[in-house]
């Protein structure tokens, strides 16, 4: 019985891992890559963690394989997060078809003061100029 | 009933593999191809990822658990490493604004 | 006084006595400290007692999350058209402790479609990238009681 519960697991977590990689292959922008690597990454080797940590049935082996999986979910977002701010001050270029980009004239001249966005200016609506003829 | 789960189980190790190696294969691609150097490092922090899963796999499949250390150890570098990478990106993105070099970058957080 | 502070040291002194540090074994020796200090909780803010319990919400918030998250990546992405619309969105913060931010961020970074980005030096706003973005004033919405309020909860 637990085999065939770590087998599923086993099989879930690869079907995530290998939509983790086809997104990287077929995203057309950095920040869509990583959503794509941080969220069904992470999970696809986490689940592989938990599948391990079943299928062991050894209260130590658990142990360590839950603290894996934890350590994982929590470095994989700050990770992410860090790399899409060097990113985007680098340079990476949006998608085309993004619809808007609040962050686009925040940063001071120097790239370290980031102005926050006061309420009344919050952009509302989602349609960009070129998008009504669709 | 005992039998099916084992044969189950090894069955769909073998599936597992065969996803793993073609997810390398795609980030390996990214890996090269990537037009930003983000996109690369994000390349390298799935194949640490793919890493962590391919070792949880070999151990399910050996019942070695040993093998459970060598995954820890990888996420803690993979992690450090993206970090790193990040960082890195980060000062040179600072220091082409201001037109300086890398290495007076200053304090950053 | 830190209860939760309280609460662990009341653990470990339990595994002590009982000359056994394993896991198993300090987490019964929190629990009894949980209760004992929940018979003087007249002496201290109630509201600290039901944090443990938001707090675990909070950590299966997290797990939910991740899973929906990968589900809808995967939905995305095995799609032959790409029919999704991505934007950075700015929504402005109501938490303001650092740890809060960050615990939101986080959060944030494991939440279907949606990737935090950076953080106005302020900390007034936090800057989203989301993937798929038809009404940014819903998703704001959405943040804003969904998580921030947990959080909210859990660290005040």
Request: charged residues 20%.
């Amino acid at each position: 019985m637990i085999d065939f519960i770590s087998a599923l697991i086993v099989l879930i977590g690869a079907a995530f891992t290998l939509i983790a990689g086809i997104g990287l292959f077929r995203l057309p922008d950095v920040y869509l890559r990583m959503h794509a690597a941080t969220k069904a990454g992470t999970l696809g080797a986490g689940l592989m963690l938990l599948a391990l940590a079943l299928d062991a049935q050894q209260l130590e082996v658990a142990a360590r394989a839950i603290a894996g999986i934890l350590f994982l979910l929590f470095t994989a977002p700050i990770a992410a997060h860090l790399l899409g701010r060097a990113g985007y001050l680098s340079g990476s270029p949006l998608w085309t078809k993004t619809r808007f980009d609040e962050l686009s004239d925040k940063y001071d001249a120097d790239g370290r003061k980031l102005t926050g966005t006061p309420v009344e200016d919050l952009r509302r609506d989602a349609t960009k100029p070129d998008d009504r003829a669709t | 009933m005992a039998e099916f789960g084992a044969q189950f189980l090894e069955w769909s190790i073998d599936i597992a593999y065969v996803a793993i190696m073609l997810s390398f294969a795609l980030t390996v691609f990214r890996l090269l191809r990537g037009p930003t150097l983000a996109d690369r490092v994000v390349a390298l922090d799935m194949m640490a990822l793919l890493g962590i899963a391919f070792i949880g796999l070999f151990s399910i499949a050996t019942g070695e658990a040993a093998y459970l250390d060598v995954a820890i150890a990888l996420a803690l570098i993979g992690f450090l490493a993206t970090v790193a990478f990040a960082r890195y990106i980060y000062r040179g993105a600072l220091a082409e604004r201001r037109g300086t070099d890398i290495s007076d970058a200053g304090d950053d957080s | 006084m830190n209860l939760l502070l309280v609460n662990i040291v009341l653990a470990l002194v339990w595994g002590a006595v009982t000359a056994s540090f394993a896991p198993g074994n300090l987490l019964f020796g929190f629990v009894l400290g949980f209760l004992c200090l929940w018979l003087v909780r007249d002496r201290f803010n109630p509201r600290n007692f039901h944090r443990p319990g938001r707090a675990l919400g909070l950590a299966g918030l997290f797990l939910l999350e991740l899973c929906l998250s990968a589900g809808r990546v995967a939905r995305d992405t095995l799609r032959p058209k790409m029919t999704f619309r991505p934007a950075i969105i700015a929504f402005p913060l109501e938490v303001q402790k650092e740890g809060e931010i960050m615990l939101l961020a986080n959060l944030i970074s494991l939440t279907p479609g949606t990737l935090s980005v950076d953080v106005s030096t302020d900390r007034s706003t936090l800057y989203i990238h989301a993937m798929d973005v038809d009404d940014p004033d819903a998703l704001r919405q959405e943040i804003r009681d969904g998580f921030e309020r947990r959080i909210l909860d859990v660290m005040e």
